[in-house]
Nanobody
Framework: QVHFAESGGGLVQPGGSLKLSCTASGDILSIYAMGWYRQAPGKQRELVASLPNNKTADYAEFVKGRFIISRDSAKNTVFLQMNSLKSEDTAVYYC??????????????WGQGTQVQVSS
């Protein structure tokens, strides 16, 4: 099994900042990409940012210039620095890992999600 430890969500005022972190552990042989998705109430889950191995980050248009994704590959950890937060950023943010398990199975796995609420 793949396990996740997510943290950093919470309540913040518009214009504020939060930093999310996610560490993946367990049965992971190799990781090819780590990223963040979000899902707001009544909406579909959408990509926020993704960072594949040895490639540049991919950002959704609505976060470009405000959010920064980074990784500590040695610790299987991905971060999301969120600045200039807006009310429309309110959502549950999910960590995503694409990789291979020790059995040889390729797949994508999801964290349990962390709530981000932007409100005055």
């Amino acid at each position: 099994q793949v396990h996740f430890a997510e943290s950093g969500g919470g309540l913040v005022q518009p214009g504020g900042s939060l930093k999310l972190s996610c560490t993946a552990s367990g049965d992971i042989l190799s990781i090819y990409a780590m990223g963040w998705y979000r899902q707001a109430p009544g909406k579909q889950r959408e990509l926020v940012a993704s960072l594949p191995n040895n490639k540049t980050a991919d950002y959704a248009e609505f976060v470009k210039g405000r959010f920064i994704i980074s990784r500590d590959s040695a610790k299987n950890t991905v971060f999301l620095q969120m600045n200039s937060l807006k009310s429309e950023d309110t959502a549950v943010y999910y960590c995503n890992v694409v990789g291979q398990r020790s059995t040889g199975t390729y797949g994508a796995w999801w964290g349990q999600g962390t709530q981000v609420q932007v409100s005055s």
